[in-house]
């Protein structure tokens, strides 16, 4: 009985040990600032960047290099007397849009903001199209007289000019 529980057990230490490095936090004790207003923006400017290396991590929350060196460049900029909208547009402007997590709206970021409403309009537009080529078709009306006589005529000629033809050698 002990076999599973310490399967178990192996398989908890193991979980927890491998989800550790994701509960530390990134941001070092040295590279805080003493200053609590500054650190406080400075954490704010850091979780609306996005990590070049981690792709869809703040660099708050990254533990790679470039993010500790983009984090210390955020609070050299603050200690400098720059406003946080100067901060953001340095680094726009040394890395590109990319760098922020929440794009702003622009020319060149129009059709990352409409894609979802175009493809929802899309979607709906395909299901409406579906859905009407789905319908049942109306039951066809029942033959008259004269045309049940001229489609007997046309296949009983039919198999007959089928069983004629057979018959050659």
């Known amino acids: 009985m ?4 310490q399967l178990a057990r192996a398989l908890a230490v193991a979980c927890l040990c ?3 490095p994701l509960a530390a936090p990134a941001v070092q004790p040295d590279e ?9 923006r400075a954490r704010a400017l850091s979780l609306e960047m996005r990590c070049p290396v981690c792709r869809n991590q703040s660099i708050d929350d990254s ?9 210390v460049l955020i609070r050299e900029r603050l200690v400098a007397g720059d406003s946080d909208a100067e901060v953001i547009d340095y680094l726009v402007a040394r ?5 922020l997590l929440r794009p702003q709206i622009g020319a060149n970021t129009l059709l990352l903001w409409l894609a979802p ?3 929802l309009g899309a979607a709906f537009a ?3 199209i579906l859905w009407r080529h789905k319908r049942p078709s109306p039951e066809p009306e029942a033959l008259s007289e004269d045309e049940r006589a001229i489609l007997a005529r046309a296949l009983g000629q039919g198999a007959g000019q ?3 033809q057979g018959d050659g050698p």
């Not at 002990?2 to 529980?5: N, V």
């Not at 533990?63 to 984090?71: K, V």
């Open 117 to 119: 409403a175009l493809m």
């Open 95 to 99: 890395y590109g849009a990319y760098i």
């Open 18 to 20: 491998a989800l550790a």
């Open 63 to 71: 533990n790679a290099e470039l993010a500790r060196d983009l984090r």
């Open 126 to 128: 395909g299901f409406s």
């Open 2 to 5: 002990t076999g599973p529980r």
């Open 162 to 164: 089928g069983a004629a």
């Open 32 to 40: 805080m600032l003493a200053d609590p207003a500054l650190e406080q």
